[in-house]
């Protein structure tokens, strides 16, 4: 038997919220150096990309973070874990997501959350 599947929150961070975002961000990604963590934030804001914010959550802290969506975070993406954005590009809201959940799914089950196999 497969374990349940968890979420990665991906999203777009604003520019001028640095250290908003690099305390956030200490906390959801411990194993970043703080270098590191500058280092993303610059990328989303020049590139314009979302990053990786949080990673292998449950249900419920996905939606959390989805539903309180602080000012420096934007286009929050709900991805099953190990995928990264790119690999639902184009992004669109017809193919591998569930719009009754805002889950970006790989494979051919459909939405794991719709099909109760997920991380409380
Ligand atoms: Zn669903």
């Not at 908003?20 to 314009?48: A, H």
């Not at 000012?71 to 995928?83: A, K, S």
């Not at 790119?86 to 992004?91: C, I, K, R, S």
């Amino acid at each position: 038997m497969e374990d349940p599947i968890g979420i990665d929150v991906w999203g777009q961070i604003r520019k001028g919220f640095t250290n908003e975002v690099v305390k956030f961000l200490r906390e959801c990604r411990p194993l970043l150096s703080e270098l590191e963590i500058r280092k993303q934030i610059n990328f989303s804001v020049m590139q314009g990309k979302a990053i990786l914010i949080i990673e292998r959550v449950g249900w419920k802290k996905a939606q959390q973070i989805y539903s309180f969506s602080p000012e420096w975070l934007f286009n929050i993406l709900l991805l099953q874990e190990g995928y990264i954005p790119q690999d639902f590009e184009p992004l669109s809201k017809y193919r591998d997501y569930c719009p009754v959940h805002h889950v970006y799914f790989g494979g051919l089950g459909g939405c794991y959350i719709c099909s109760d196999f997920f991380v409380e």
